[in-house]
């Protein structure tokens, strides 16, 4: 076997976690992987190593689509060389003397064509999303799915709970995100850029289905002179880009490729009532590099295998993650020479709709896209962030907890500053030390100002509070800066109450003398160090 097809780790995890998954009491299950992880590797190498256990029964491979067929049994074959491959489709009826058929499941749903199909022990479903359609479903059932048949799906773009998917996968046993293929090298990593047409109004779009009606939003663009604009970005950011743009209607696909041509871009339409030759032709001129950008009416979402493409225009706008991913997914596949991806989403002015973007590539919560970030950037930056969120929780935590396990009255300014309250004249505080876990001490008097003492060492933050604790102690009766002082559980005095009313300072009902008193000095002390230059702690 050729090394270039030796699994990756990963792949040979997915391999692992199905047929370890088959030993339970399920047969019907999924793995999820991004576009461009090599689903065909997985499923050649599983059913190369199943055979075996097989006796004699082979394995069925069912396809989306008629003109899949040839491309998944020319990579089973490439992936696997001594397995032997026959085509199932329209006049093909390759299924003798093989050991893997691959068939369209539109042929497979003429009942003599799959019942002339025998001895089948084990069933690939490629772009298992759409196994909840009836077709999907007959096919299956007459196959043993539902009999005990083991039964793998691959696709790039399911939840568990997708609609009928979940009566059809019992279980999805391994997922790859794709920010794990991007750190990994296995993907490029990509980057996100929209382009707004303000006379594009999404909101008269209505939907069906869960997402935007095709005819609707296809109209909507040509009136917006939104394929305009989508030439004009193209050039703007990415005139050195092969690329592809999804549309929704043919007439938007030609209209994209005739603007872009306009442009100054070469470029051509593909639509799935075009001819196969025809096809055929304008998809080897781009591989070829004769055409820069390829427009397309929603054909190249599956089983378009270009590399080289750098940027994925989504000028189908989309409610839905799933065909999002399938659309931006064509464009993540490492080539020579390229960097990274980009994507260029259209959008209007403003919309109701809720519509995918980038950061529902991963499963991952990262946040919000954030352009001339990359999607690795964007999720290292959150998961930092979140890091940094959960040690200040953390140390904040700890810092509440030691103050408050104190003798001496320690109180907090609104921005977080830590201090003690001499007289009304003089109060002790610490102030972070930037960059670090560490304090400094410090003490002001209405006369002078802030003062720093003469070693003015930054310390742990237990240190820093005894070293300050011992210098109130010094400077103010014990009664003016204990916790404890009696005289804090008195009631409030008139004059305390009357401050308050003067300061706008709202006292809670029940307060005591102590209460009012902290209400009273964290106003002023905040006050104080407001007007000062100060670190935030």
């Known amino acids: ?24 009491q399920h047969n019907r299950l999924a793995v999820v992987l991004p576009t461009g992880a090599g689903k065909t590797v997985v499923f050649s190498n599983l059913i190369s190593e199943c055979l075996p256990q097989l006796r004699g029964q082979r394995a069925l491979v069912i396809a989306h689509r008629e003109e899949l067929i040839e491309q998944a049994a020319a990579k089973v074959r490439a992936v696997r060389p001594d397995l032997r491959v026959g085509i199932v489709k329209a006049e093909r009826d ?86 794990d293929m991007i750190s990994d090298g296995y993907l490029c990593d990509v980057r996100g850029k929209r382009i707004t047409v303000d006379t594009l109004d999404l909101d008269k779009v209505r939907t069906r289905g869960g997402d935007l009606v095709d005819g609707q939003l296809g109209k909507a663009l040509e009136d917006s002179g939104a394929l305009d604009a989508i030439a004009k970005a193209y050039v703007d950011h990415a005139a050195d880009r092969p690329g592809v743009v999804f549309t929704p209607t043919v007439a938007t696909a030609q209209g994209a490729a005739d603007s872009l041509r306009a442009a100054g871009i070469t470029a051509a339409p593909v639509w799935g009532e075009m001819s196969r030759d025809d096809r055929r032709a304008t998809l080897a001129r781009y591989e070829a590099g004769d055409v820069q950008v390829l427009t397309n009416c929603m054909v190249l979402t599956e089983g378009f295998d270009a590399p080289h493409t750098s940027c994925a225009v989504i000028a189908r706008p989309t409610k839905s993650a799933g065909l999002y991913v399938q659309m931006a997914g064509r464009a993540f596949r490492p080539a020579p020479g390229k960097t990274d991806a980009l994507l260029l989403d259209v959008m209007g002015a403003s919309t109701r709709h809720k519509l995918a973007s980038m950061i529902d590539l991963t499963a991952r919560e990262i946040g919000q896209a954030e352009e001339n970030k990359t999607l690795r950037q964007i999720a290292e930056e959150h998961a930092a962030a979140e890091q940094r969120r959960a040690l200040a929780a953390r140390i904040d935590a700890e810092e509440i907890n030691l103050f408050g396990s104190s003798a001496i009255r320690w109180l907090r300014t609104d921005r977080g500053t830590w201090f003690i309250r001499l007289t009304g004249a003089m109060f ?110």
């Open 94 to 179: 390759e299924h003798q003397d093989v050991d893997v058929i691959v068939a369209s499941v539109q042929t497979l749903a003429v009942p003599k064509r799959r019942e002339a199909i025998r001895d089948i022990g084990l069933l690939i479903v490629d772009e298992c999303h759409h196994a909840a359609a009836r077709t999907y479903m007959e096919v299956l059932e007459h196959f043993g799915a539902w009999r005990g048949v083991p039964t793998a799906g691959f696709t790039a773009t399911m939840t568990r709970t997708d609609g009928g998917l979940a009566e059809i996968w019992e279980d999805v046993v391994f997922t790859l995100d794709i920010l």
């Open 428 to 537: 002790l505080f610490l102030v972070r030390d930037p960059g670090t876990r560490l304090y400094r001490m410090r003490r002001w008097t209405q006369a002078d100002g802030v003062h720093a003492p003469k070693d003015d060492v930054a310390r742990p933050l237990p240190e820093a509070l005894a070293w300050l604790e011992q210098q109130a102690k010094v400077l103010a009766p014990g009664a003016f800066v204990a916790r404890q002082a009696r005289w804090r559980r008195e009631q409030p005095s008139a004059k305390q109450l009357g401050l308050c009313r003067r300061l706008g300072l709202a006292v809670p009902r029940g307060s005591t003398a102590g209460d009012v008193a902290d209400l009273i000095d964290q106003d002023r002390v905040g006050r104080v160090l407001g007007q000062l230059i100060l670190p935030a702690a």
């Open 1 to 24: 076997m050729s090394a270039t097809f030796t699994p990756r780790p990963y792949q040979r995890d997915a391999i692992t976690a199905l047929r370890d998954g088959w030993k339970g």
